[in-house]
């Protein structure tokens, strides 16, 4: 049997965990323990437990039960570790499948594989509107994503998603709106083609679908991509293929401390009087609750009026998996008459000719339930006078399994 030092240290390699300065709570694991900053941090994420006298006891052989304790934390974790330590953890969890299904974790996170399969989704109920029109509308959409391990580096992944207004006539036409195959080559290389979530900086350019093939080196600290392919949001959405916008985005991602993100872009368009793009962004963290970030975009050489920029303060963070966590932020957008914005990751009611403030607010109703509000205020064209534009809100509940 293994001694529980060296089961730990094994755990912290395979769940990817890292937790600076975590607080050791075990009156037997003392600094100079060469497994102390391990055990600290398994201990800071509730993936190991000591004893009711507050020891670890870590010379002591793990049992079966206890391992598969923490192969439960495991799986919990699956979507935030590399293909490596995913086919680890899957191991794992046929190896104490037993054991596992005497915790009640078969209910939770082994019923929705089967074999190499498994499937996550979501649900909404949105409302929106204006406050000078009638045009405000209910409706509601349904995802669930299909995925399937090809082999240890492989992984294949199909969405289906249907959408409807309230009282619209019809059924809800579902579509696969993302279809994609990803291959990990070693620890630091991936290539994903196919259609796919492409974010360029922090979503101020473009967050949307884009068809193609993107490749990424690097870890989440230090890493640069490349995409090539055809963006099919905002302007370009309901286009054939052939009419969407074919770009190149090179992109640098960074974060010099555990507490600031640095991006940086340049996407080179290919497509005749369109000008290239290129912005950065920074995120950073005041304490344990406020957040402060911005981002600039710029088409190349259509001066002042290609310009675009956000900057924003929020406090706390809502997880769809505490109940009674909430976040509130207030952002500024500027965006100029031909700002890059294609397909925005924020709710503002235009892409171009618009400055103004959004308020956000999330809270954590019931376990992966959240709710969700947004509205704008002092909307404005970028013209001088007789400027203003009506103001946006919106509401949506959000459900994930």
Do not use: C
């Not at 049997?1 to 769940?15: D, G, I, P």
């Not at 509601?140 to 207004?165: I, S």
């Not at 010099?256 to 080179?268: H, R, S």
Request: hydrophobic share 40%; net charge neutral.
């Amino acid at each position: 049997m293994m001694k529980k030092h060296l089961a730990v240290l094994a755990a912290t390699a395979v769940l990817g965990v890292t937790s600076a300065f975590a607080a050791n709570p075990f009156s037997d694991v003392t600094p100079q323990d060469w497994a102390y900053q391990a055990v600290a941090q398994l201990a800071s994420q509730g993936i190991v437990n000591g004893y009711p006298d507050g020891t670890f006891k870590g010379q002591q052989n793990i049992t079966r039960y206890e391992m598969a304790q923490m192969v439960a934390k495991a799986l919990v974790r699956q979507d935030r570790v590399d293909a490596e330590q995913n086919a680890i953890i899957n191991r794992l969890a046929n190896e104490f499948s037993a054991e596992l299904n005497n915790l009640g974790v078969r209910v939770s996170t082994l019923e929705n594989k089967v074999g190499s399969f498994k499937f996550t989704g979501d649900a909404r109920l949105k409302y929106e509107g204006k406050n000078d029109a009638r045009d405000s509308k209910f409706d509601y959409r349904g995802r669930v994503q299909f995925e399937g391990t090809v082999n240890d580096n492989t992984k294949a992944v199909v969405r289906l998603a249907a959408e409807k207004e309230f009282g619209a006539e019809g059924a809800p036409k579902a579509e696969l709106d993302r279809v994609y195959v990803q291959h990990n080559f070693g620890k630091y290389a991936t290539v994903t083609a196919g259609r796919q979530d492409l974010v360029v900086g922090n979503g101020l350019v473009y967050d949307d679908a884009f068809e193609g093939a993107v490749a990424t080196v690097g870890k989440d600290k230090l890493n640069a991509s490349v995409a090539y392919g055809y963006l099919q949001g905002g302007r370009a959405e309901g286009l054939e293929r052939k009419d969407n916008a074919q770009v190149t985005v090179y992109q640098l991602n960074t974060m010099p401390t555990e507490k600031l993100t640095v991006k940086g872009f340049y996407a080179d368009v290919h497509e005749k009087g369109v000008n290239s793009v290129y912005g950065a962004s920074v995120d950073a963290k005041l304490g344990s609750k406020v957040w402060v970030g911005g981002e600039y975009a710029k088409q190349e050489t259509t001066g002042a009026a290609g310009e675009a920029w956000t900057a924003g303060v929020g406090y706390g963070e809502a997880d769809m998996a505490k109940v009674g966590t909430w976040g509130a932020k207030v952002q500024y957008f500027d965006l100029k008459k031909e700002a890059p914005v294609v397909a925005n990751t924020w709710n503002v009611p235009k892409d171009k000719d618009y400055k103004g403030y959004l308020a956000t607010v999330d809270y954590t109703v019931a376990k992966n339930v959240g709710l969700s509000a947004y509205a704008t205020f002092d909307s404005k064209t970028q013209a001088k006078k007789d400027n203003n534009l009506p103001e946006y809100y919106r509401a949506e509940l959000n459900y994930k399994f």
